[in-house]
């Protein structure tokens, strides 16, 4: 059965709505304000060494409030996208399960900043480095969160990437979700797998799964903008 591509009115009726105008704006905003933050703060911490140290060690030190609230307000910032996302797209493939998953993945940033982690790098200056780093309990909840945290935006990814797939509106999208995906996956994996294992190049894994899952999302979330400007004034 050939693909029917829904019109501009039937997938985007909502956008319009100036109400979720302002949740997708979030979605770019959340990404954004991450990505500096964590930029800004590894590259002027004393002893922070941004290929070798994870993001979330910026919570560490007493200027590990920073970081703190960048976990927390991004990921206010992302539940918040979620919700307009939800709105956007309104029926077809992926318009639930897509949104619910970027909602827990913002939950789960949020959760990632309360549980503050351990060290597993060196950083601060003498902590413990390896897979016996985190030995408390709010070290092992924030792991969770982590894990939890890229693999529902992951999810989200290949989902969207689903609903994508055969829509001339959104040419290029299936490919971008599924490898920006797939680069998520690997990137967070080989970064655990640095960090236990005591390979100075556990931040720079980190990062590139932040760059494709967090950048993703802020492409997304311009689009959908685009998309809600182009709408409003055919």
């Known amino acids: 059965m050939a693909y029917t ?17 302002l949740l997708l704006i979030c979605g770019v905003i959340g990404p954004l304000l991450f990505m500096i933050v964590a930029l800004v703060e590894g590259a002027t911490r004393p002893g922070y060494v941004a290929w070798r140290d994870f993001i979330s060690e910026l919570s560490l030190s007493d200027q590990g409030w920073e970081q703190i609230a960048n976990f927390i307000v991004s990921g206010l910032l992302f539940i918040a996208f979620a919700v307009g996302l939800r709105q956007a797209l309104r029926t077809g493939k992926g318009a639930t399960a897509g949104p619910i998953l970027l909602m827990m993945f913002g939950l789960f940033l949020i959760l990632s900043g309360i549980f503050v982690t351990d060290s597993s790098t060196g950083y601060p200056s003498g902590a413990p480095t390896g897979q016996l780093a985190a030995n408390t309990l709010h070290g092992k909840l924030h792991g969770i969160s982590g894990l939890l945290a890229f693999t529902c935006l ?17 040419k290029g999208w299936t490919a971008l979700s599924v490898i920006c995906g797939l680069l998520i996956v690997v990137g967070f ?19 590139l799964a932040v760059i494709a899952g967090w950048g993703w999302v802020a492409l997304l979330a311009w689009r959908l903008l685009n998309k809600a400007e182009s709408s409003a004034s055919s």
Do not use: H, I, K
């Open 154 to 170: 992951a999810a989200a990814c290949f989902v969207m990437a689903r609903r994508f797939a055969g829509n001339p509106n959104w």
């Open 189 to 207: 994996t080989l970064s655990l797998a640095a960090g236990l294992l005591g390979w100075p190049l556990a931040g720079l894994f980190q990062r």
């Open 5 to 21: 591509p829904p019109t501009s009115r039937e997938e985007y009726t909502m956008d319009n709505r100036s109400t979720t105008r």
